[in-house]
Every structure is written in C-alpha cells, then in structure tokens.
C-alpha cells in the first residue's frame, strides 16, 4: 500500500486518472444540481408558497441538497489536486460536517414524508402524527438540531480521509469514537431504507385489497415511495456497501495488502461522488410526492407550447388558464400562464 493510505493522509492512491475523472462527474453534478435546486427553491418559496400548503419538509429536503452542491466546487478542487481531503483542518472538518448533516437531513425528511404517505393510506382514518409534525416549522428545526450530534465524530481529528475504522490505534477513546462514525454512518442508510421497504410492502398490500375507485391514489402513493426506494437504491446503498468492503479489507490488511485498499478506496470514493447525484433525483420525488408543486413547477419554467399541454396532463384541461394547488384543505389559485 502507498505510504499515504498508511499514514491515514489525504492524498489519493496512485491511480490519479480516477480522481480526475470522478471530478469531473462532480462538476456535472454541479452544474446540473444548482439551477435545478434553485428553480425548485424558487417554485417553493415564491410560486407554491410551502408554508400556506403543509410542504415544510420538501423546502427542508431542498434546502439540504442545495447546501450539499455548494460543498461541490470545494471537493472537485481536491479531486484535480490528487487530494481526498483538504490538508487545511478547518476546511476538511467544514466539509465533513456540511456532507455529513446535509445527506443526514435528506434522508430523514425523505423518511418522513414516505411514513406520512403509509399512514395515510395503510391506516386510513386513525391519527397521523406526521401530518400534524409536516405543519410546524418548528419541527424541522428540531429535526436540524437533533442532527447535530452525530456529525461531531467526523469534527474529530481522529478522522482524516473516511480512515477510520482499522486503523493502527491503541487509544481506547478513539477506538470508540470510529465504532460511533460507523454505526451513524451505516445506521443512517440501512435503517431508513428497511423503513422504506417496509412501508411500501404495506402500501402495495393495501392497494391489492382496494376497489377500483380507490385505486388510483393508491398508485400514486405507491409510485411516491417507490420513487424514494429508488433514490436511495441508487444514490445510498452501493456507497454503503462499499464502504462495508473497504473496513473488510482494511482489518484484515496484511503484507501485499496495499493494492487491494488502494481499489477499494477508489470504488468508494466514486460511489460517495455517485450518492452526490441525489440533488439530482430529489426534485423528481418532490414531483412524484406532491401534484401541486407540479403544477407550479411547469407554470413557472416550461416554455408556452409546452406549458399547456403539461398541466392539462397533470390536472385536466381547465388547468390551462387557470390552475389550482390543493394541499390538505388549503387551496392557491395560480393565474400563471396569463403572464
């Protein structure tokens, strides 16, 4: 293995031509995920009003993706550097404290919204608490600030380069802290995603016991938490894995070993930048998840002779002068295209 990776240094392995290349699907991320995340920030604020139609947690879930593509330039310039990590403590403990928060928020505002759309359908006429909590902004702040806690492991300067676990340290204390950065790393991906699967078992069953008429809003509740199972398919487990075989090959690293960290390190380095997409495929959940932020989107950004036809696939025909956003009991009547 390079001395680098033995020294629990930021540089990256031998092979630069991966990093070159992993930069520059960051910088495509980026230069996809920032007018995407402030048009739908814009349609949130200024068009849907997210506050008078109960969507606090999708503003939330833009929210963090949109501070999440602003950490991007600054990985991408390491990237280029042949650098994992910035070798500057403060910017380095900075970005992992942004990646770690943000990815964390997302996903559990992702969570929430699908337990929300469960409730709604599998228990039908009971109490959702989650439907109350999606009200309160005060909510989100409590689940911002519960956040906190579990990025001060990656604060440490124990932590350099994603290094931890397996490597060569006698201090109990910073044993304990690597076994903490793990199980927060792990736990905040495997259990949110058993969630998922759970939710849409029972969403499908209910589906299959309902009538015809029923059906339909069924489908599209299916089709909201199938959405999310598939961003987190996509964008969280394959880093997860491979961040699992890394720790593999890194405790049980012996004499010849260093070529097969080196690899691993690399495929998780590119499955991390692969998560980053999930800016990318938030936005289509937010479709998914809620009609009326649909409709805003279009009346706002498509061009004229696409606009109409759009919406009337959306809400009908009588959508093409005027569209309506219905969320719970609150309606806002939209005159956009007359503009």
Known sequence: MADSNENDTCKTPNNTSTYEVLSW???????????????????????????????????NIVLADFLLVACLPVKIHHYQNNLRRSEEPAVCVLMLFMLF???????????????????????LGKKNCVKVFKKSPLISVIIWVSLLPFTIPTMLSTFECCNSWGRDVTDLSEMLTDAFREIVFFSQIIIPYIILIYCTARIVSRLQMKTIGEKAKLRRAVFAVVSVVVVFSICFLPCTIARAALLIVRVKR?????????????VYDALMVLSYADCLLDPLVYCFCNSGFKVAYISTFCPPFLRKKLLESVSGPSTATATTLTSGAKSVSLQILDK
């Open 101 to 123: 928060l943000n990815r964390g928020a997302s996903i559990v505002f992702l969570i929430t919204l699908s337990l929300d759309r469960y409730f709604s359908v599998v228990h």
């Open 25 to 59: 699907m960051m910088a495509g991320e980026f230069i996809l995920g920032l007018p995407l995340n402030l048009s739908v920030l814009y349609v949130l604020v200024f068009r849907f009003k997210f506050w008078k139609n109960n969507c606090v947690f999708l503003f």
């Open 254 to 266: 012996g004499e010849g070993e260093g070529e097969k960290e080196d690899i691993a390190t690399q």
